[in-house]
C-alpha cells in the first residue's frame, strides 16, 4: 500500500509539472497517469489500493463539498434564485431524454437501460467545476454578474437530481414496479439535508461557545462531520442529501462569530491539492480500456450528441437572466464536464446484471475521458475571456 501511495503520489507530481508546461489541466495528466498504471494496463498500482478507490473518491467529494460552502455566498443567490433552480435540473433532464432517444432508436436499448444511462452521463462532475468556480470568486471573475455563484449552486443540486432518478432507476429495475413513493424522495431529501446541517451547525454553536477550536481543530471537525453526512446519505438510499447537508454547514460556519474563515479556506485549498490526485488518478485506474477501444468512434459521436441536448437546456434555464452573449457561452462550456458521479456509480448496472451494463459503463467511462478535460480546459483558458473581474467592469 504503500509503494502504491509513493507512485500515485510521484507520478501525479510529475504530470502536474508537465500538464503546467503544456498548460494543460492537472486533472488530465492524473487521469492519464491513472490509466497507464492502472490494472487495466500495466497493473503497476495493486488491487489493494484500487479496492479502497471509492472511499477515497467519497473523501475528496467531502473535500470539494466543504470548499464550496466556504466560498458560497448565499445572500448573493437571491439575485439568480430562479436561475440556479433551473440549472439544477433542466440541462440533466434535457440530456436525459436524449440519451433515452437515441440510446433507444439507434443503439436499440430499452427505454429503462436507456434512462439509467441517461441519469449517469447526466450528472455533472463537482470535483471539475467547483473548484474551478472557487477559484473565480477568489480571483473576481464573473462575480459581479453572478456566474460562479450560478454555477455552484445549480452543479450541486443537479448532483441530487440525478441521482435520486438514478435510485428510483434502479429500484424498478430491481422490483419490476413503479414505486411512486420514490417521487418525493427528491424534495424529501432536499429538506432533510438542510435539516441535518442546521442540527448540526447547532451542537457545533454550543459545544464552540464553552470549549474554542483552533483553526486545525475546525479543520478536522468539519472533515469529520462532512464525512458523516456522506455516510448518513449513503445508509438512508439518497433519502438525506448527504452533499447538499455538508455545503450548507460549511456555509453556516463561516458565519459564526470567531471562525478563523481564510486559515480554514487556505488548509482545505491545500488538503484538496493532494485529494485532487487521488481522486483522478483512481478515477483512470478503474477505467476498462479495452472495452473503451473495442467500442470504435460511434460512442464519440453519442457524447456529442448528448451534450448538444445538455447545452439547449443550459441555454434554456439562462433564458431571461441578466448574463451578456459572452458569460452564456462561458456557462454552457462550463456545465460539460463529467467524471466524479460517473465513476462512481458507472458500474452498478453492470454488476446487477443489467444487459446492457457492460455498454453503460463503457459510456460512462468515455463521457470522463472526454469531457472532463474538456470542459476543465474550456474554463481555464476562456475565462479570462468571456468573463470580466470588477476592475475591468469599472474601468469600461
Known amino acids: 500500500m504503500i509503494e502504491d501511495v509513493l507512485l500515485l503520489l510521484g507520478s501525479c507530481l510529475l504530470m502536474r509539472y508537465l500538464c503546467n508546461r503544456l498548460r494543460l489541466p492537472h486533472l488530465v495528466g492524473y487521469l492519464l497517469m491513472g490509466m497507464l498504471m492502472g490494472p487495466f494496463a500495466t497493473g503497476v498500482i495493486s488491487d489493494l489500493l484500487i479496492s479502497q478507490a471509492t472511499d477515497i473518491k467519497r473523501m475528496a467529494l467531502a473535500i470539494i463539498l466543504i470548499r464550496a460552502g466556504l466560498t458560497l455566498d448565499i445572500k448573493d443567490l437571491k439575485t439568480v434564485g430562479p436561475v440556479a433552480i433551473r440549472m439544477s435540473f433542466l440541462p ?64 450541486s443540486l443537479d448532483d441530487i437530481y440525478t441521482l435520486v432518478l438514478f435510485s428510483m432507476a434502479l429500484l424498478f429495475y430491481q422490483q419490476g414496479e413503479f414505486s411512486y413513493l420514490l417521487l418525493f424522495s427528491l424534495p424529501v431529501s432536499i429538506c432533510l439535508g438542510i435539516l441535518l446541517a442546521l442540527l448540526l451547525n447547532i451542537l457545533i454553536h454550543s459545544w464552540v461557545n464553552h470549549h474554542p ?55 482545505f485549498n491545500n488538503i484538496w491539492l493532494v485529494a485532487e490526485m487521488f481522486l483522478f488518478f483512481l478515477v483512470g485506474a478503474i477505467l476498462p480500456l479495452q472495452e ?81 478535460p474538456l470542459g476543465a480546459w474550456w474554463i481555464d483558458v476562456m475565462k479570462d475571456r468571456l468573463l470580466t473581474s470588477p476592475s475591468k467592469a469599472t474601468h469600461v
Open 92 to 155: 440533466a433532464t434535457f440530456e436525459i431524454v436524449g440519451a433515452s432517444l437515441i440510446g433507444h432508436y439507434l443503439i436499440q436499448l430499452s427505454w429503462l437501460e436507456t434512462f439509467v444511462l441517461g441519469v449517469i452521463i447526466a450528472a455533472v462532475s463537482p470535483a471539475v467545476v467547483v473548484p474551478r468556480m472557487i477559484r473565480l470568486l477568489e480571483q473576481g471573475l464573473g462575480v459581479s454578474a453572478k456566474v460562479p455563484q450560478i454555477i455552484l449552486a445549480g452543479s
Open 213 to 267: 477550536l483552533k483553526s486545525f481543530e475546525w479543520v478536522m471537525l468539519i472533515f469529520l462531520l462532512s464525512l458523516s453526512c456522506l455516510l448518513i446519505e449513503s445508509r438512508s438510499q439518497q433519502w438525506v442529501s448527504g452533499l447538499l447537508a455538508v455545503i450548507f454547514l460549511a456555509n453556516r460556519l463561516k458565519d459564526q462569530n470567531d471562525f478563523p474563515l481564510d486559515s480554514v479556506k487556505k488548509i
Open 292 to 372: 473503451v477501444t473495442r467500442l470504435g468512434v460511434w460512442p464519440i459521436v453519442f457524447v456529442l450528441a448528448t451534450s448538444v441536448w445538455r447545452m439547449a437546456g443550459v441555454y434554456l434555464s439562462l433564458a431571461g437572466s441578466q448574463l451578456s452573449a459572452k458569460e452564456k457561452v462561458f456557462v454552457l462550456g462550463a456545465y460539460l464536464p463529467k467524471a466524479t458521479v460517473q465513476a462512481a456509480i458507472g458500474s452498478i448496472p453492470l454488476t446487477l446484471g443489467m444487459p446492457a451494463g457492460n455498454l453503460i459503463f463503457s459510456l460512462a467511462v468515455i463521457e470522463i475521458l472526454l469531457t472532463a
